[in-house]
């Protein structure tokens, strides 16, 4: 069993930064590639980020990429999520979740998660 925790969120003005952080608990972290997905109230929830067991692999969706950087310290199972330009279509909760072991490498489809955060509220005003 994995429980992840998110924090971080709040209410920030377009164009600045926030960094949110997921806390896993047990010992299995370093061995599950992990994710961070947003999702807006009536709307699918969407892929933000992955990154590989080691760190070594990353992926973003588009609509993020050279904004949103994601990173993981194993040592403190952590996973992070430094959003910076922040604009308000980037409004949403966020969530983070942790793929099983045997799945190597970048998940890019919430599908294939199986243990998730219970989410963060992130609020950009214009």
């Known amino acids: 069993q994995v429980q992840l925790v998110e924090s971080g969120g709040g209410l920030v003005q377009a164009g600045g930064s926030l960094r949110l952080s997921c806390a896993a608990s047990g010992r299995t972290f370093s061995s599950r590639a992990m994710g961070w997905f947003r999702q807006v109230e009536g709307k699918e929830r969407e892929f933000v980020a992955t990154i590989s067991q080691s760190g070594g692999f990353l992926s973003y969706a588009d609509s993020v990429k050279g904004r949103f950087t994601i990173s993981r310290d194993n040592a403190k199972s952590t996973l992070y999520l430094q959003m910076n330009r922040l604009k308000p279509e980037d409004t949403a909760v966020y969530y983070c979740?942790?793929?099983?072991?045997?799945?190597?490498?970048?998940?890019?489809?919430?599908?294939?998660?199986?243990?998730w955060g219970q989410g963060t509220q992130v609020i950009v005003s214009s």
């Open positions: 979740a942790a793929a099983p072991e045997s799945r190597l490498g970048i998940v890019v489809r919430s599908s294939e998660y199986d243990y």
